[in-house]
């Protein structure tokens, strides 16, 4: 009796193991599948609560940067005190684990020394026993898992451990792949969304610039791989005065390109109802007044208005709160800044100023963004502004194409393998 009786056991035991195994056979296949980390690390839990027959799991990520060990908690589960908790090194017994970097299993967590009762206070949760293993990847630490209190008070195995470490072993290799297929796609949403942000940015740009008598022009914009806000455009209002523009938008990539597409808007509306009765400065203050009640306060911008005449060859400058454009006068050795306006726009409902001035023949007028000046190399020292105007009066005498490239070429050999980190637009204006 007492042999069958024995028999009977093992036989049971050993249907238990075998399903055991195919359970955890089954478990990493689902775990090395392609997957969201958030996914992975839920299915992590519930597969270890299964495998290990435990009440609980949990699971702590190693933050290296910081040397802690932080909670995952269930997408929708009721552990949600726990996801702002977080464990040093050394401290608890997944602390412990995560500095000694060895599996531990205890029977009885009150009556060891090292078993933090805060967590249990929090929760509501009467902690049993546990294990707690660590999740290693070639020799990088990645976090601690642990199953807490066997189901119908059992104690925990050499059997459980031995299987829950394989399992750890596992995870690990699993969590960093997630991470790895978290980065590309971050890096493919990136990627689209800058396709997405230049792509409304480049609609509302000119496709040509116009022709006008007495001006030739250089206007060209170099869109950083993180597309900023900058914009430009040349409107001719009327047969004799051309409004030049250009804006440095807050914010970058999608959110700058619909500011963009919001002054485009404006622009156009304007001229269209104002055309014939056009006021440089009052059409500065309607555009401010568009911005503030219609973008969050947040959302601003810098901006020159140049509206050249050329008839009478003058110039109306209006800057609201824009990087001075240049002005330098055939006769002159120094540059002269527009300063004259305000505020820049979308934030306080400010009155502008103008400043009016007479052109002659080769004057150049230079605008531009802060793409230029604020440009660094790998010691991050900026491009500056006294480099920049120093390149416009040496080269004064090309054409505006031709400065043009000029200044390009030498931002870029300046920032050398440094990343274009912000949108670059530069416009030069010849008199004829």
């Known amino acids: 009796m007492g042999l069958k009786t024995t028999i009977e056991l093992d036989k049971h035991d050993y249907i238990s193991l075998l399903k055991r195994i195919k359970f955890f056979q089954n478990t990493v296949r689902e775990l090395t599948a392609r997957k969201p980390l958030q996914k992975l690390l839920d299915q992590i839990i519930l597969a270890s609560k299964k495998l290990i027959d435990a009440e609980a799991a949990s699971l702590l990520l190693f933050n290296r940067e910081e040397d802690f060990l932080y909670f995952h908690t269930l997408a929708g589960g009721t552990e949600s005190s726990l996801r702002s908790k977080k464990i040093a090194a050394g401290k ?36 049993r026993n546990m294990i707690c293993v660590p999740m290693i990847q070639k020799d ?41 297929i978290d980065v590309e796609i971050k890096s493919e949403q990136a ?25 030739e022009m250089s206007i060209r914009l ?32 999608v959110p700058a390109a619909l500011i963009v597409s919001t002054i485009y808007s404006f622009l156009q509306i304007y001229f269209i109802v104002q055309k014939n009765n056009f006021d440089p400065i009052e059409m500065v203050q309607a555009f401010n007044r568009f911005l503030i009640n219609s973008t969050t ?15 009478t060859k003058t110039l109306h400058s209006i800057n609201a709160g824009h990087n001075p454009p240049y002005l330098l006068k055939a006769d002159a050795s120094e540059l002269l800044k527009l300063c004259a306006g305000g505020l820049m726009l979308g934030c306080l409902d400010f009155p502008y100023s103008s400043e009016v001035i007479q052109l002659n023949k080769n004057d150049l007028i230079i605008f531009y963004t802060d793409g230029i000046p604020e440009a660094m190399n790998k010691k991050e020292e900026e491009f500056g502004e006294e480099r920049f105007e120093n390149l416009l009066i040496a080269y004064r005498n090309l054409e505006p194409n031709d400065l043009s490239k000029i200044i390009f070429d030498e931002v870029k050999h300046y920032r050398g393998e440094t990343e274009q980190s912000d949108d670059i637009t530069l416009g030069i204006i010849k008199i004829l």
């Open 92 to 127: 608890g017994i997944a602390g412990w684990v995560a500095e000694k970097r060895e599996s531990i299993i205890i029977n009885d967590c009150y009556s060891d020394d090292r078993f933090n009762k805060d967590f249990d206070i929090s929760t509501g949760f009467k902690t």
């Open 140 to 180: 990088d630490f990645v976090g601690v898992i642990q199953v807490i209190n066997k189901k119908n008070d059992d104690a925990f195995s050499k059997e459980d451990l031995e299987l829950f470490e394989a399992l750890a072993a596992q995870c690990a290799v699993a969590i960093e792949n997630a991470r790895l």
């Open 191 to 215: 990627r689209l969304e800058m396709e997405t942000a230049w792509k409304i940015q480049s609609h509302f740009l000119p496709q040509k610039l116009p022709r006008l008598i007495n001006v």
């Open 222 to 253: 170099k869109p950083a791989k993180e597309i900023g806000g900058d914009y430009f455009n040349v409107i001719t209002i009327n047969e004799d005065n051309t409004l030049f523009f250009v804006a440095d938008v807050s914010g970058k990539s």
């Open 297 to 311: 306060s947040d959302k601003f911008a810098t901006a020159w208005f140049g509206i050249i005449n050329t008839q």
